[in-house]
Nanobody, 117 residues
Framework: QVQLVESGGGLVQAGGSLRLSCAAS????????MAWYRQAPGKPRELVAA???????KYAASVKGRFTISRDNAKNTVRLQMTSLKPEDSADYYC???????????WGQGTQVTVSS
């Protein structure tokens, strides 16, 4: 059974940092593109950062220069280091996997990030 389990969310003051982790129980994890999305109340889910199976990285313009996505294929883990956090970064953050060969994708349950001003 495929599972994506996020951790690391919490409450932090503006300007602070958090590191989110996603532990994935996926066969052939290294073949999956991985991404972090977020969804604030009343807003659609949006892509925050993504890293392909080949290591290509992209960021949403709103987080570029502040967030860093990384993956550890040996540990089946993807992380999101978030710095200089702003209140507008407050949202539920979701881990996502996508195997472009099979078309199979999965979501985690989400972890909440709250940034106080």
């Amino acid at each position: 059974q495929v599972q994506l389990v996020e951790s690391g969310g919490g409450l932090v003051q503006a300007g602070g940092s958090l590191r989110l982790s996603c532990a994935a129980s996926i066969t052939f994890f290294s073949l999956n593109d991985m991404a972090w999305y977020r969804q604030a109340p009343g807003k659609p889910r949006e892509l925050v950062a993504a890293i392909t199976s080949g290591g290509i990285i992209k960021y949403a313009a709103s987080v570029k220069g502040r967030f860093t996505i990384s993956r550890d294929n040996a540990k089946n883990t993807v992380r999101l280091q978030m710095t200089s956090l702003k209140p507008e970064d407050s949202a539920d953050y979701y881990c996502n996997s996508l195997n472009r060969n099979t078309g199979l994708g999965y979501w985690g349950q989400g972890t909440q990030v709250t940034v106080s001003s």
